[in-house]
């Protein structure tokens, strides 16, 4: 039985090791966005099983080689094809005046960056320790991976971005060798990672968004309180595909 409904054009063109040129997915049902919702799944075992029931991958080892950017432009396009582009909201707080306000996009209208080369892994040279780091692309097997780290220090509620050891781990696994050697251990390569000065942690960040490529999750959007722009992010939270009531102009705050 094919009930797929749409065919994707897969960022990373299929030239990766263990990426798919093309998938083809199905709307979401209330199953999958249960699975959404789930306390108990991390968001790596989320994509996984979503993008076994919702695509036409259905070996979970086949999904765990996905790149991550491809998993992110896989999820934008299923809601797009479950719920529609247009009506993507959010609340956030003001990061000048602190208020809530709640900005909304059509997701169809974000960049996507398709692969630039397919050389990997990739190359940083890194000034102020004087190393060669090499680096690959995050796979949705790596978010699995940290995301359980995460869960052991149960620091996966506040999303991993209030546990510093969370940043270490999720650059950690991207690392394939430093100066030619790629037997490190993982625990060696997070302690490398930590003992970074900041002018190379910067050249590190810059080198992956230079190679970065998939869905933009980036907007801008201006406070209506005190009229101040700011960059914010879509995320792929339980809200992602039911977002939240529009206010009316008579909510306020
Ligand atoms: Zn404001």
């Not at 996984?48 to 080892?61: G, R, Y």
Request: proline share 4%.
């Amino acid at each position: 039985m094919s009930d797929f409904e749409a065919t994707l054009d897969m960022p990373s063109l299929g030239v990766l090791n263990g990426s798919k040129e093309t998938v083809q997915i199905r709307p979401m049902t209330v199953r999958e966005e249960k699975i959404l919702l789930s306390k108990s799944l991390t968001p790596g075992d989320k994509f996984l099983k979503i993008i076994t029931s919702s695509s036409d991958i259905a070996d979970p080892n086949e999904a765990k080689r996905l790149p991550m950017s491809d998993v992110m432009f896989l999820f934008i396009k299923l809601r797009n094809l479950s719920v529609g582009s247009s009506g993507y909201r959010n609340k956030v707080s003001c990061s000048m005046c602190d208020q809530s306000f709640q900005w909304e996009i059509d997701l169809n209208t974000q960049d996507v960056k398709q692969l630039k080369s397919e050389e990997e892994p990739y190359t940083a040279e890194l000034p102020r320790c004087g190393k060669k780091v090499t680096l690959k692309h995050m796979r949705l097997q790596d978010q699995i991976d940290v995301d359980k780290m995460a869960r052991t220090r149960k620091s996966l509620a506040v999303g991993g971005i209030n546990d510093p050891n969370f940043l270490s781990e999720r650059l950690a696994a991207l690392i394939v060798s430093v100066d030619g050697n790629d037997k490190a251990l993982f625990a060696e390569k997070c302690k490398f990672v930590d003992s970074l000065i900041t002018q190379d942690m910067q050249i590190l960040n810059d080198t992956m968004a230079d190679h970065d490529f998939g869905i933009d999750l980036r907007t801008t959007a201006t406070c209506p309180h005190c009229d101040s722009t700011d960059e914010y992010l879509v995320r792929l939270d339980p809200t992602f595909f039911r977002s939240p009531r529009k206010l009316s102009e008579t909510d306020g705050n």
